[in-house]
């Protein structure tokens, strides 16, 4: 859990918690000075790339939103390039985070899954605008094609590894089939909350995320306790 509270501070200055850095007291101030600041300016950045675009946008746009001088913004950044991928890094921390809670919990159920869409579905709210702002950048302001794609496939990685370390969970399956429905968990996971929420696609069902707790569920069933009855 600490982790996730760890990424989610990072991922807006609104949930900015003070964390000891350095060797001493005032070591520590700067530093949370440092990152509460360096949250202002990308907090900033994604007010002006949402309403203007990543080419016209100016480091000076920036500051302004950010209420900070240009040279701040550059001594944390050194273009908008290295801004985008900070607000990248911005979601893969919230994401890593979210997929350590899931594995932390001692038995899967459903009531844990659906908790855990919960509280997946809010930081995927709080990160909405960064989200849209990442669609939106050229492929030039998030990096070359090869680096991007080698990214995410890392990511999702991470989260197989996470979902399936305790192999005590996976009752009758082997290793590569629990690494395959922890990977398509976690794809149709993130999938969908970023379709719904951030690329505002309407649904009119009453409950969404309870007909994605059914589909994890299907996926993650070797692993569920107790095991899921019948259809």
Known sequence: MERRKQAAARSTTALDTARPAGR?????????????????????????????????????????????????????FGGKAAIIAALSDRVYDVADALYADLAAV????????????????????????????LFAATPSAAGDDSSVRDRYVAAHERYVDLLTHDARRWRGVSPEEARQRALMAALQ?????????????????????DL??????????PALHPLPGPP
Do not use: K
């Open 106 to 133: 001692p038995e899967w159920t459903r009531g844990a899954v659906r908790a855990w869409l919960d509280r997946a579905a809010a930081d995927w709210r709080t990160l909405a605008p960064t989200i849209r702002v």
């Open 212 to 221: 994605l707790a059914d589909d994890l569920c299907h996926l993650l069933g």
């Open 24 to 76: 001493g007291p005032r070591a520590s101030l700067r530093q949370q000075q440092r990152d509460l600041t360096r949250n202002r300016v990308l907090d900033g950045a994604v007010a002006v790339f949402g309403r203007t675009s990543f080419v016209h946008a100016t480091m000076e746009d920036i500051a302004a939103a950010s209420g900070v001088t240009r040279a701040t913004v550059y001594a944390h």
């Open 189 to 209: 996971t993130g999938s969908f909350l970023t379709t719904w929420i951030a690329g505002g696609l309407p649904l009119r069902t009453a409950d969404p995320l």
